[in-house]
């Protein structure tokens, strides 16, 4: 399954910042259902392409050494509905990192209207409180998630 | 710019309603962060970057919340309960918080009631203290 709701990164700045643009169609099956006559970006895939362009840069802080999971969101509240034919510009920016864990925050914005604010925060499992262990190989950070990083957000790095 | 017990108090109060979802009335002095909050091991982490950022600190993660350390060490747990080495350590570790309900019977499964509303406050003043 192609489970990814960010189409490329615009502007990267590791460890600091990430925008990333997502291109909404109607050609997306569930907006046929979400909602018959009214189709609407449901917000929990909003959550979660904030949550792949927020993990991204932090997995990213670590050099994709930590396993990145999302474990807390701290807040999401939107303002307007995401419609087919938009185009969302998902900005993140990370606010703490630690061994354990990362917060971040970010607002997704279609041109200059303002979608919603997000904030996110991340768990670093290998490091987790409980000490439970996770298999050595990351399955977080799949090729299908690194062919993100590519194209002009990542130019300089090439 | 020393701040005092009381703006401590606030700006604690702040970071729980904000980390914790919960209502001012409900982040009493005495509240713990498990029982009366529900606070998750998750939220313990939200909770040391905020305080960090809300008080311009750095909170190493086992000096305020330093029950994991003792967990994992067999020399301070008998039978499910801090044997004396592990109090003393504890003693060490903790000196923000109140320890003597939890002396009298030092059962693990209540190491999660120390972490109280009182106990962040007392850390972040002698953490202040000592800038």
Redesign the interface.
């Known amino acids: 399954m192609r489970w990814i709701w960010i189409d490329k990164f615009i502007e990267f700045e590791t460890g600091r910042r990430a925008v990333a643009v997502k291109n909404v169609t109607l050609a997306e099956e569930h907006l046929h259902d979400h909602f018959p006559g009214f189709p609407v970006m449901p917000e929990s895939l909003c959550i979660e392409g904030m949550a792949q362009t927020a993990g991204i840069l932090v997995g990213e802080a670590r050099n994709f050494q930590e396993k990145v999971i999302l474990?807390?969101v701290?807040k999401a509240v939107f303002f307007d509905y995401v419609v087919p034919g938009d185009t969302l510009t998902l900005e993140a920016q990370i606010?703490?990192i630690?061994p354990?864990?990362a917060?971040t925050t970010g607002k997704i914005t279609c041109g200059k209207k303002l979608i919603a604010e997000i904030d996110l925060?991340f768990?670093h499992i290998d490091n987790?409180?409980?000490?439970i262990e996770f298999p050595e190989e990351n399955f977080v950070f799949t090729d299908t998630f690194k062919s993100l990083m590519r194209g002009p957000a990542f130019s300089e790095q090439d | 710019m020393a701040k005092d017990r009381n703006e401590i108090f606030q700006d604690v109060q702040e970071v729980l309603i904000d980390a914790l979802g919960v209502d001012d009335d409900e982040v009493t002095d005495k509240a713990t962060l498990m029982g009366d909050l529900g606070a998750e091991s998750i939220d313990f982490l939200d909770i040391v970057f905020r305080l960090e950022k809300a008080f311009g600190i750095k909170i190493p993660r086992e000096e305020l919340f330093p029950a994991e350390s003792l967990m994992n060490n067999p020399e301070f747990i008998d039978n499910g309960k801090l044997t004396e080495k592990g109090l003393t350590e504890l003693r060490e570790k903790m000196p923000h918080t109140d320890l003597a309900d939890f002396e009298k019977d030092p059962d693990i499964n209540k190491l999660g009631n120390l972490f109280t509303v009182n106990a962040i406050v007392n850390y972040i003043e002698i953490k202040l203290n000592a800038a």
């Open positions: 474990a807390k701290k606010e703490s630690a354990e864990a917060g925060m768990s987790n409180l409980a000490g």
